[in-house]
């Protein structure tokens, strides 16, 4: 009984332990990874996202390689411009992992690699600039330290996409004269902006006296106009009533003397009118007035008329 006991219990720990070994065999490769795969100490293979299995106590996973791009901030290095000034600029470079065989074999410490290649690369570039033009050429900059990296780092499986320059840290003298330099550059910008405004406000000023000057001459010259024009329309209208007036005296002569046509009065009638004419320009005005003989006879026929008249 025994020993059948301990049979069993023998058995059982055998399939136990051969569960544990096939359960070990079977792997899953999550998305974005990939598993270098070793036979013997040997390359075997990559897995990628799946399952997939391996043979017991031969194959071995050698390396998870995390595919997704990844972000790594470099410490502040030390770095000297072609003027000789010492600064301080840390990196972050953006690399993705394009090959896990070249990156399991290629390097020992990838990360370290890249980091003291970036440092050297920075070196390089910035000794061949000033320090304005390191200030100013951040772009530039990146531009040729991504070109550099992508390429040193090709060999090991790695694709640089990105570099930046996060921060660039002249000497504190340096930063103190920069300051001061700002300073009086944004007091000589406001002060070119005030004088600016002063100016277009006199220039304004300016043109709004002349416009109302013109307003002005304008509105006395067109009151002047309407004055004269004004003038000029009364003396019309006074001309035009003499005038009417002379043509309505002459026409009530000229009626009156056809008035006395048409009653049959004769030359002598109107020799008449005639000396009562001379009546009115002797009234008052003359003491002595020659009249004409013809005018003379006509006055006795008055006369004798007259004396008729009153006989009867």
């Not at 070109?147 to 320059?165: F, M, Q, Y």
Request: net charge neutral; proline share 3%.
């Amino acid at each position: 009984m025994g020993q059948l006991f301990g049979g069993v219990f023998i058995f059982l720990v055998l399939v136990v332990f051969i569960i544990i070994i096939l359960s070990s065999c079977i792997k899953i490769v999550p998305q974005a990874y990939a598993y270098v795969v070793e036979r013997l100490g040997a390359f075997q293979g990559t897995w990628q996202v799946g399952l997939h299995f391996k043979l017991p106590l031969l194959d071995k996973i050698a390396r998870r390689v995390n595919l997704k791009e990844q972000v790594v901030d470099f410490a502040p290095q030390p770095v000297i411009t072609k003027d000789n000034v010492t600064m301080r600029i840390d990196t972050v470079v953006f690399f993705q992992i394009t090959d896990p065989k070249l990156f399991a074999y290629g390097v020992e410490n990838p990360i370290m690699a890249i980091e003291n290649l970036t440092a050297t690369t920075l070196r390089n570039i910035i000794g061949d600039l000033e320090l304005d033009q390191t200030l100013t050429s951040r772009e530039t900059i990146n531009t040729k330290m991504r070109a550099s990296l992508d390429v040193a780092t090709d060999p090991w499986g790695i694709k640089v996409n990105r570099v930046e320059l996060k921060n660039i840290m002249p000497p504190a003298e340096i930063q103190n004269a920069m300051e001061k330099q700002m300073k009086a550059e944004r007091e000589r910008r406001e002060s070119v902006t005030r004088a600016e405004g002063e100016k277009i406000a006199s220039i304004t000023v300016a043109e709004g006296k002349k416009a109302s000057a013109i307003l002005e001459a304008e509105a006395e010259k067109q009151s002047a106009i309407l004055r004269a024009e004004a003038q000029k329309e009364k003396m019309i209208r006074e001309a035009e009533g003499e005038a009417e007036a002379i043509m309505k005296v002459q026409q009530a002569k000229a009626d009156g003397i056809r008035m006395i046509r048409e009653a049959g009065a004769d030359q002598a009638v109107l020799q008449i009118k005639s000396l009562e004419a001379f009546e009115k320009a002797a009234d008052g005005k003359a003491t002595k007035i020659i009249i004409p003989s013809e005018i003379q006879g006509i006055a006795g026929l008055v006369t004798s008329l007259k004396e008729v008249a009153d006989d009867k």
